[in-house]
């Protein structure tokens, strides 16, 4: 497993720009604080997501739409990656069409072993949430966020 290292955590949150935090409150009705936070949570998230299995599931939409937000300012993006990421550019991929095939394949063949494949992809990504951003960090990410930010609050959210 990739091993990360404390420092560069505290490095990353030490990231702040006043352009995201504007452009995410254009786009949400979201107080400046709260986006501030939402901000901070997704810099964790990219710290983990650098140990390959990590993905961003449903319920952290919030945080998927803020690192949208962040890549938007492209030039800043590609200094961050450099300066916190240690690459020149830090992918955000999404499924493939292959990928997503190969899932509704899965799904139509077998929901339980699917459904199995899944639940260890995210016991994975609870497991590595809390072994280096702690119970908080879980708490949040899985039992506030998913009410908090699901898909239709985004969406009452949006401008």
Known sequence: MTKLTESQLTNLLKFKDVNVISRFMDMYDVPEAEVKDILSETLKFLYISQIPGIFIPDDLLIIDEMWHNLILFTPLYHKFSTEYMNTPYFHHLPATKTEKDQKKQELKNSHDLSREKYLEKLEF???????????????????VYPKKYSKENIKKLKK
């Open 125 to 143: 990504l609870l497991s590595t949430t809390y072994d280096y951003l702690g119970e908080e960090t879980v708490e949040k990410w899985f039992e």
